[in-house]
């Protein structure tokens, strides 16, 4: 059974910096593409980023380029979100995600952290 | 504002057939497959129509997708109680080199 479980999620000043991490098992994730797609509180799914399988490739949505960084370890089965220089705009539910390609085709989400950018 | 649009709502009865559209440009859905996710209340997504009409298993054939130049689809027929969810299309966009969300449809069952 597919599992991906996020965690480091919280509470952040403007600001502030946090790092997500994202926890695979199941499946062989070192073939993977994985991503991260974020929901603010009521409203729509919006794509972050995505990176390859060996990390040689990394996409970003243009409201997090250059403040947000994805990471994978393979060893460890692990996926990250890198968050500084977070803002207010930045709050929502961050899924991570596996599919196989570059795109946003996600065959498999975590149940999501909560990340709160407020004073 | 989303890339892709799509109608804030739809609903049917049970047993009916409804239709989401979801629309976009050249660099998007005229260019890249469209995948659509259902959204149950407070849960993940889960994708249920992917390169624009293949429905991965575990997903009933009441769920269809169509996609003709620059639109897409999502239908549902035999419409149940369960499917009450936000629905979500999503594409690859060349230009923007990146992923893009529809809005989302909430879909009622009355």
């Known amino acids: 059974e597919v599992q991906l479980v996020e965690s480091g999620g919280g509470l952040v000043q403007p600001g502030g910096s946090l790092r997500l991490s994202c926890v695979a098992s199941?499946?062989?994730?070192?073939?993977?593409?994985m991503g991260w797609v974020r929901q603010a509180p009521g409203k729509g799914l919006e794509w972050v980023a995505n990176?390859?399988?060996?990390?040689?490739?990394?996409y970003y949505v243009d409201s997090v380029k250059g403040r947000f960084t994805i990471s994978r370890d393979n060893a460890q089965n692990s996926l990250f979100l890198q968050m500084n220089s977070l803002r207010a705009e930045d709050t929502a539910v961050y899924f991570c995600?596996?599919?196989?390609?570059?795109?946003?085709?996600?065959?498999?989400w975590g149940q999501g952290t909560l990340v709160t950018v407020s004073s | 504002q989303s890339v892709l649009t799509q109608p804030p709502s739809a609903s049917g009865t049970p047993g009916q057939r409804v239709t989401i559209s979801c629309s976009g440009r050249r660099s998007n859905i005229g260019s890249n497959h469209v995948y659509w996710y259902q959204q149950l209340p407070g849960a993940a997504p889960k994708l249920v129509i992917y390169?624009?009409?293949q429905r991965p298993s575990g997903v009933p054939d009441r769920f269809s997708g169509s996609k003709s130049g620059t639109s897409a689809s999502l239908a549902i027929s035999g419409l149940r109680s369960d499917d009450e969810a936000d629905y979500y299309c999503a594409a690859w966009d060349d230009s923007l080199r990146g992923g893009v969300f529809g809005g989302g449809t909430k879909l009622t069952v009355l």
């Open positions: 995600a596996s599919g196989p390609y570059y795109d946003v085709r996600f065959d498999d």
């Open positions: 390169s624009s009409s």
């Open positions: 990176i390859k399988h060996d990390g040689s490739e990394k």
């Open positions: 199941g499946f062989t994730f070192s073939s993977s593409w």
